[in-house]
Every structure is written in C-alpha cells, then in structure tokens.
C-alpha cells in the first residue's frame, strides 16, 4: 500500500519560515515526481512546487517563487517544501503529491498525481 505522511506546518507569524516534509512509502521513491499544492478554505486545490525524479528539475507557481523550495532526499523517501517570507495568503492545507514517470520532467497537473499525502496545515497570522 503506497502511503504518503506529511509532517511539520503548524502556524507562524507573517514574515516568518515553516518547513513541511513528507515520506513516501510502499513505492520507490525514485520513480516518482513529486509535488506540493495547498487548498485554501473556499478555493480550488493549486500547485505551488514540483520535483523531477531525478536532477533536481523544479517548478513554481508564480505565487511561490523565490519564497518556496522545493527539494527531495532519495535515500530518505523524501520530500521538503521549505517556506520563507511568509504571507497570510499562505494559510491554506498542503498536500505532498508523488507521481509515477517514466522521464524527469516535473509535473505541475493534479491529475497527473497518483498518491496524495493527508494534508498539513499552515497558518500565517497577519
């Protein structure tokens, strides 16, 4: 059974920096892009950073980028979102996504994931 379990989030000031990690198990891991989006209370699920397989190919959403880093460990099975200047617009549920791929090329489409991790919160207080 392929799991996937985020840990960290939580809440913290504007301005601030929260990092979310998330474990991949019953899959390997190297096999798989891996991905972070968020749901913010009355608003669609959005891709905010992705990772290739291998290489360390990354996109961001415009509304991320030069805050957020994406990066993934493969001998750990995991995946870090670490977030920096953050902004109460960035409260939201995070998700880390795994998607199995045959290339390295990042994926920014949720239907092109097919593991979703339980979500994290993170709360920005203004």
């Known amino acids: 059974q392929v799991q996937l379990v985020e840990s960290g989030g939580g809440l913290v000031q504007a301005g601030g920096s929260l990092s979310v990690s998330c474990i991949l198990s019953?899959?390997?891991?190297?096999?798989?892009?891996m991905g972070w989006f968020r749901q913010a209370p009355g608003k669609e699920r959005e891709f905010i950073a992705g990772?290739?397989?291998?290489?360390?190919?990354?996109v961001y959403a415009d509304s991320v980028k030069g805050r957020f880093t994406i990066s993934r460990d493969n001998a750990k099975n995991t995946v870090h979102l670490q977030m920096n200047s953050l902004r109460p617009e960035d409260t939201a549920v995070y998700f880390c996504a795994a998607g199995a791929t045959s290339n390295f090329k990042v994926l920014t489409e949720d239907s092109a994931y097919n593991y979703w991790g339980q979500g994290t919160q993170v709360t920005v207080s203004s």
């Open positions: 019953g899959r390997t891991f190297s096999t798989c892009a």
């Open positions: 990772i290739s397989r291998n290489f360390g190919n990354t």
